[in-house]
């Protein structure tokens, strides 16, 4: 399976952003997807999951202005972001795994994509 995860960019605070992370190669709606983000000099960190059923979890920093999404007849998530600020700068990551357990974690997915920058200025 192979991860494309694009739609990054320099957006001012404030702005909104959409990233995207097309799937192939895999039956996608097998997967749980995650977003994962991780700034200079910081460890990777969880952002939002989207579960093969549908369900969403996000983490507190982005709770409320991030929404995470999926198509599975493109075999596409999306992470929908808005009031953006400098705090989320940071290259983004799609991933997916098949099993729930720790999803919130990085260890234990099971495909990565490349990463997307995103910068956000004041």
């Known amino acids: 399976v192979q991860l494309q995860a694009s739609g990054g960019g320099l957006v001012q605070a404030g702005d909104s952003l959409r990233l995207s992370c097309a799937a192939s190669g895999g039956t996608f709606n097998e997967y749980h997807m995650g977003w994962f983000r991780q700034a200079p000099g910081k460890e990777r960190e969880f952002v939002a999951v989207?579960?093969?059923?549908?369900?969403?979890y996000y983490a507190d920093s982005v709770k409320g202005r991030f929404t995470i999404s999926r198509d599975n007849a493109k075999n596409t998530s999306y992470l929908q972001m808005s009031s953006l600020k400098r705090e989320d700068t940071a290259v983004y990551y799609c991933?997916?795994?098949?099993?729930?357990?720790?999803?919130?974690?990085?260890?234990?997915?099971?495909?990565w994509g490349q990463g997307t920058l995103v910068t956000v200025s004041s």
């Open positions: 989207i579960t093969r059923g549908g369900n969403k």
């Open positions: 991933a997916i795994r098949t099993s729930i357990l720790g999803v919130t974690t990085p260890s234990g997915y099971d495909y």
